[in-house]
């Protein structure tokens, strides 16, 4: 075998693969991009017969330092299993053994956050770590011949294959056995399904050996790391051991390299005071751990729990997130809670309404927004229901109504009930009386349509006291003569009134005296009065036994004129006057003191 020619290959094959089979039950059939993959130059057959390999044998020197003895023994013990285990023609072929098995294939994301493969290999029976197992792993045996399996012989661990504890003659056999296994390095795969995979990368053999410090554990099996970016797609990660053809051991362990996916997340919403549970529903290789931030809106804030048992305590929108990890990786998705408060409904109005007038109704309400509202005003109102926030109303009947506003949003209604009187505002029709005599006493009334109770208020200027009244009829002393302006306000619940009215102060009659022009009967005889008061103003004069007998004579106006009777005497008189304001009764005595006597 071309040991040189193997040892070159190696690498070019690996680096070049894209799709690798060989041992085990793999039968990859696409590359990265599902598309078959590509035909590899046979390689050249490096197959050799049992003989060369004993020949080879034959013409090996001991290696310095061991005993001619001891390198003779192993030799010739090699050659003795040679020809009972190996067959006439010797082919390379990768590490089949169980004791090169990989089980231990794992993820982990260091310290920088970059993720790694890793696992551990024992090439079996690969003594001298060249890559294949041949006549030249004796050397390594003479080297650590009779060696001690222990701490201060620690390669002695992974030469005892025949687990006696010490290097001796029996490690021998292990060479013929696993004659011509060679590793060149390793195929890292993710399979989509149990025939297609996709090449990720090669490992050399000599990654591991050409560490900085190598691992070698107590049994000898090395250390190996593949760096990997990661994929959110799930895929399935295994590893191979592959000779110098390319050739393709048993797969290792897989690796379901499943990071995160967060299919829905459930957090309630509602009113402050709920309860209830936040939660998601995740896909993902296990363990998960959880990190939910569950923002100011809820109580707990924060919780590292799959499920929670949240308490909705402010309201308000919230954004929160959950984030999910697990050792292939991380997935967020944020959320949003939305706190509300119900509605609460402290005043409405108004309490009172003009019939046949529209009236704007309004509430104070409280609660998250949007708030839906709903007023029914009754069958005597027009509109009779609203959705409207300031319905505009108008009633047709007066006395008391009943309203009801319902005021809702998503997390539940109010209900508030409250009365409207509706009435007519004061119309005042008249005002009486329109005029009073000057120091008499007058009672004041107002004809007024509208609805009670209601309320007045007169002023009456300077025309006598009081000058202004509160009382619905007030009296008022009259002080003062003149024609005068006032007015009256009457109010109620609906509105007011405002009249203005005029009104007389006047002056009965007075009759301070009366004259007359003669005292002689037969005469005529003018009588005057000296009279005060308001005219228009009527005068009547009774003169009650001038003209004896009865009835009296009357007389009207003034002056008058009156034939005296031809004789004389005393007689009772009187003069009344009388106007708007009054009247004045004026008694007096008139004499008749002489009577001419007749004519000659």
Request: hydrophobic share 40%.
């Amino acid at each position: 075998m071309n040991r040189l020619f193997l040892f070159l290959v190696s690498i070019v094959v690996i680096a070049a693969a894209s799709c690798g089979g060989g041992g085990g039950a793999q039968t990859p059939v696409a590359t990265n991009n599902g598309s078959p993959a590509a035909t590899t130059p046979a390689p050249q057959d490096t197959s050799s017969t049992l003989a060369a390999e004993l020949a080879r044998l034959d013409t090996m020197t001991a290696p310095a330092g061991v005993e001619p003895d001891t390198w003779l023994t192993l030799k010739a013990s090699l050659r003795e299993a040679m020809v009972a285990l190996m067959p006439d023609k010797v082919t390379q072929a990768p590490p089949d053994s169980e004791h090169s098995a990989i089980t231990d294939l794992a993820y982990s994301v260091d310290d920088d956050q970059i993720g790694w493969f890793t696992w551990s290999f024992q090439h079996y029976a690969d003594y001298n770590l060249d890559g294949i197992v041949d006549t030249d792993d004796i050397v390594t045996l003479a080297e650590h011949y009779l060696e001690l399996v222990g701490e201060e012989a620690p390669i002695a661990a992974r030469l005892d294959t025949s687990g006696n504890g010490v290097v001796d003659i029996a490690d021998v056999t292990a060479i013929a056995r696993h004659y011509g296994s060679e590793l060149a390095g390793f195929s890292v795969r993710s399979y989509t399904d149990e025939m297609e995979f996709n090449e990720l990368g090669p490992v050399a053999r000599e990654e591991a050996i050409n560490q900085e410090t190598p691992e070698f554990p107590i049994d000898g099996v090395l250390r190996y790391q593949f760096q990997y970016e990661g994929t959110e797609e799930w895929v399935d990660i295994a590893v191979a051991a592959l000779d110098g053809e390319g050739v393709a051991g048993e797969l290792s362990n897989i690796v379901q390299f499943q990071p995160p996916r967060i299919i829905s997340v459930s957090v309630p919403s509602g009113k402050v005071g709920d309860t209830g549970t936040a939660s998601a529903m995740v896909e993902g290789a296990e363990p998960l751990t959880y990190e939910w931030i569950l923002t100011n809106g809820l109580s707990p804030t924060r919780s590292s729990e799959p499920e929670v048992a949240v308490e909705l305590v402010r309201q308000g929108m919230f954004n929160g997130r959950l984030t999910v990890s697990n050792t292939f990786g991380s997935a967020t998705q944020n959320f949003a809670v939305s706190v509300g408060v119900p509605p609460t409904i402290s005043t409405a109005g108004p309490d009172f309404a003009v019939c046949g007038q529209r009236v704007e109704f309004s509430a104070t309400a409280s609660g998250t927004a949007p708030l839906a509202y709903s007023w029914d005003f009754g069958t005597s109102a027009f509109p009779q229901t609203s959705a409207l926030a300031r319905p505009t109303v108008e009633f047709d009947a007066a006395g008391t109504h009943n309203v009801n506003l319902q005021v809702s949003n998503a997390h539940g209604s109010a209900l508030h009930t409250f009365t409207v009187t509706a009435g007519f505002p004061p119309t005042i029709i008249a005002v009486t009386p329109a005029k009073g005599t000057l120091g008499s006493s007058v009672n004041f009334n107002s004809s007024v349509l509208g609805t009670s109770p209601m309320e007045y208020l007169w002023n009456f200027k300077n025309m006598g006291d009081p000058t202004v009244s509160g009382d619905a009829t007030p009296v008022v002393n009259l002080t003062r003569a003149g024609n005068y302006l006032c007015n009256v306000k009457i109010s109620n619940d609906f509105g007011d009134a405002t009249t203005w009215f005029n009104f007389y102060v006047g002056k009965a009659p007075h009759i301070a005296r009366v004259l007359w022009t003669s005292t002689i009967g037969g005469h005529l005889c003018w009588y005057f009065a000296d009279v005060t008061g308001d005219f228009p103003m009527t005068w009547t004069w009774t003169f009650f036994d001038i003209f004896a007998p009865s009835p009296p004579y009357v007389m009207e106006g003034i002056p008058v004129v009156l034939l005296l009777p031809s004789y004389t005497g005393v007689f009772n008189c009187q003069l009344e006057a009388v106007n708007d304001f009054g009247s004045d009764v004026f008694e007096f005595e008139y004499e008749v003191t002489e009577v001419p006597p007749p004519p000659m």
